[in-house]
């Protein structure tokens, strides 16, 4: 016989061994309930295993979730800018408008068509599921980074952001070096390289128009201070925080404190919809209450908490509150 042919019985023969086991076992399961019994055991052991919303050992969203992040958490309000979640309601296009007033706004449908002809228009991360866990780490940018040796712990994980001037080099011990998403406005802008996503939030018109430009001609130089004409990022991943998801975070999760959520608060609540488990560095003040970059030589008075337009405090509280009920991880640093 030749080998092919050997080949081609003992197929044959498992076929048939496969096909008459399978249709003893259909038979046998209708006509004797105790198998039911296997049945249940597996599906048990199923959710056993997946633990339910995520694959990590504790998500974000859980069965015995409690009533004040019931409450505020909605799933439903996509955080990025696509063509859909584009188009604004009156009140919410009102409110955005008002964050940082132009004198005379373009066209705001117009100028999105014109966005979505240089960027891509897709919905990503919402693949929540039994399957995924994704991790991510929020780095802010204080001081309290500043010999904490985090660098490998948040390089370890799946997702990085980091904001607005945020450098790695030099500092990799304790900040670590990648970085998947850059949040950033036209004001704070800086360069990127090909991998990593720029997340733009808008707080007017003209910044939608800068982004376009930033990435194409070059025309735009000047919004409320002179602003980069030109930006090194990767357009096939270059992100909008969308305003619809801002006026969410401003109305639900800070309940109207201060006059707009900060860069670093927007930024956690990204994380908080997209991911399944939320560490977050460099928040708050250092050891000694000072607040100021990583990067910049500690000096007393604060940088950032008292911006003007910002209530730090409550949005502090409510980030430390996030950390009580478990829904982040606060690395606190020195
Ligand atoms: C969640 O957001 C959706 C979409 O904006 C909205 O229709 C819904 O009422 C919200 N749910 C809650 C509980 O606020
Ligand atoms: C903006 O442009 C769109 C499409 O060109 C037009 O239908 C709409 O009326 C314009 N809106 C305003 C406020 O001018
Ligand atoms: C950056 O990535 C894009 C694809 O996402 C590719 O087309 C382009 O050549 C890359 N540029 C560089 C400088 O690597
Ligand atoms: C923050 O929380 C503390 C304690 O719960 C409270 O005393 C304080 O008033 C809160 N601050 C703000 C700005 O809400």
Not at 24 to 35: G, I, K, N, Q, V
Not at 292 to 318: C, I, K, P, Q, S
């Amino acid at each position: 016989m030749s080998l092919l042919k050997r080949r081609k019985i003992r197929a044959f023969i498992a076929l048939f061994c496969a096909v008459t086991f399978t249709t003893f076992l259909f038979s046998y399961t209708l006509r004797d309930p105790s198998l039911y019994f296997f049945k249940y055991a597996s599906r048990l052991s199923d959710s056993f295993f997946s633990k339910g919303q995520c694959g990590c050992g504790r998500c974000i969203t859980e069965v015995d979730d409690d009533p004040w992040f019931t409450e505020r958490f909605n799933l439903s309000v996509y955080p990025l800018m696509t063509r859909r979640t584009s188009l604004l309601t009156d009140d919410t296009y009102r409110w955005w408008q008002w964050l940082q007033v132009e004198r005379q706004p373009a066209n705001y449908s117009e100028v999105v068509e014109k966005l979505f002809q240089v960027i891509p228009d897709s919905d990503l991360y919402m693949d929540a599921g039994p399957e995924r866990c994704r991790s991510c780490a929020v780095v802010g940018n204080s001081g309290n980074l500043k010999g904490s040796r985090y660098g490998s712990q948040i390089d370890s994980s799946d997702v990085i952001i980091r904001i607005n001037q945020a450098p790695t080099s030099g500092y990799e011990k304790d900040v670590g070096s990648r970085t998947t998403h850059h949040v950033m406005y036209p004001e704070s802008a800086v360069d990127l390289d090909n991998t990593t996503s720029l997340l733009l939030i808008p707080f007017k018109t003209l910044d939608l128009q800068w982004i376009i430009s930033a990435l194409t001609t070059g025309s735009i130089k000047h919004t409320y201070i002179p602003v980069r004409s030109r930006i090194k990022a990767n357009k096939d991943r270059v992100l909008i925080y969308s305003p619809t998801f801002f006026k969410y975070v401003y109305d639900t999760w800070l309940e109207s404190h201060g006059r707009y959520p900060s860069t670093g608060f927007l930024s956690l609540m990204f994380a908080l919809h997209i991911c399944d488990t939320v560490s977050v560095y460099g928040f708050g003040a250092d050891q000694y209450g000072n607040w100021h970059h990583y990067w910049e030589v500690n000096h007393l008075g604060g940088a950032f908490r008292h911006t003007g337009v910002h209530d730090g405090d409550y949005e502090y509280n409510v980030t430390l509150l996030l950390a009580d009920k478990h829904k982040i991880k606060m690395f606190k640093g020195r």
